[in-house]
């Protein structure tokens, strides 16, 4: 028997080895003709190692050799603080900080001596969106908001996941540009239907906008939101790449199956403010809804205008929200180009969109929405010093659903499920489970920016200012916000 196992263990290697001599024989022949890659033709076989390294390279940078503090376009730090507090095990740290308050940029607040008592403390209120200017407004509840990722870009577990956190949380889910789907629904909380370029869900036959279909959306939707750009690719419409427009998606965004699905880079029927305005009014007239403004800002001009133009023609004109994407935004595929070098980062732009609003007179009028990296407490209520009434994240609950950073959301392969419409992957992320981890990131976001509210002598988040937050200029020396970024004069009314 011992002499049969031999024979058959010697026949076994043999073949084996056959087998690999004959893939290396291959590779060399291969390496050797082809035209493409000069280390290829110059070291056949070794020279596929450097490729191999170079792509591995990235996920070895990420979990053995950067600092907690110095990876992008998330550290581990800031993963690990979304990851605790999603599974509800606290944001409780030992031994000091690893921020290095010298880096210019960095934030701190201004603490008093002697903080709010609990007894003193005040809820966070609502804020009431549309109020008078529409048959429905829309009550708000939740500082922390979903940002827009449609489904397509990411799973249907994903969306059901977020759906029903949202729901539990009391936040908003805004849908993105690819449609309301029947995962969206799932929780039955509240829906922001955002009208992309390409009006997908929200269109007729030949693409264009549709009055019937937005009465039929706004019997389940608090709020419309027009998208003239986003962070990631402002000047550039979405793309999903044809691998993830299954039969389902084709059927919601209602354009062809399996092929790649373009936005225009710009609505075509809105060329400029007044249109824009015209398009406001008309979308909030039909569906009784609040009917608000997506955009990157690249300057002063367009935040004028609109300003401008909403004070010549009444504020029955004006969006009813502002949501503010800055240039590092993100969680869709992008140019790399547009991703690293188009549009004010949120630091710059939430303060000059306030401003125009304090200046105008459109403040209290328009509600502000900022977006843009802010997935910790801490730049949240930056943005609330700063002016905004509320912060969206979309990157900040994909780390809650157990995003990995793996940077494969336009490959179909994410590893976690979470931007895949492959079945196996998707058997990852788990509803039930995850959908709870959504809520506790919510609440917790919420819960600590209160924290940092009263620990600035404050009742409630609501209540933060400018001078509340000071900035890093140069190592040892910093300047406050509201001196930075002094308030306008605000006209007399």
Known sequence: ????????????????????????????????????????????????????????????????????????????????????????????????????????????????????????????????????????????????????????AISAPAVRALSLGAAEAGCWLNTGEGGLSPYHLEGGGDIVMQIGTAKYGIRDQEGNFSPERAKELAKVVKAFEIKLSQGAKPGKGGLLPGTKVTNEISAIRGIPAHRDSISPNRHRDIGNVDELLDKIAHIRDLTGRPVGVKAAIGGWRFINELCDAVNRRGSEYAPDFLNIDGGEGGSGAAPQTLFDHMSLPIAEALPRVVDALLESGLRDRIRVVAAGKLVTPARAAWALCVGADFVNTARGFMFSLGCIQAMRCHLNTCPTGITTHNRRLQRGLVVQEKYQRVANYAKNMNREIDMIAYSCGLRHARQLKREHVRIVETAGKSVALNILYPYPEIPSL
């Open 1 to 152: 028997m011992s002499d049969a196992l031999k024979v058959i263990s010697y026949g076994f290697g043999t073949i084996v080895g056959l087998i690999v001599i004959g893939i290396v024989v291959f590779w060399f022949i291969q390496d050797i003709t082809q035209k493409k890659h000069s280390i290829l033709r110059n070291y056949p076989v070794i020279g596929r190692l450097r490729f191999f390294l170079e792509k591995q390279g990235e996920y070895f940078r990420q979990y053995f050799f950067s600092s907690d503090r110095s990876e992008m376009p998330f550290n581990r730090a800031t993963r690990s603080w979304v990851y605790r507090n999603a599974k509800n095990e606290g944001g409780i740290v030992g031994f000091g900080s690893t921020n290095d308050l010298r880096e210019p940029g960095s934030i701190f607040f201004v603490n008093v001596a002697f903080p709010v008592l609990e007894s003193d403390r005040l809820p966070t209120p609502p804020l009431i969106i549309g109020e008078g200017y529409c048959e429905h407004p829309f009550h708000a509840k939740s500082i922390i908001n979903i940002s827009g990722m449609s489904y397509g």
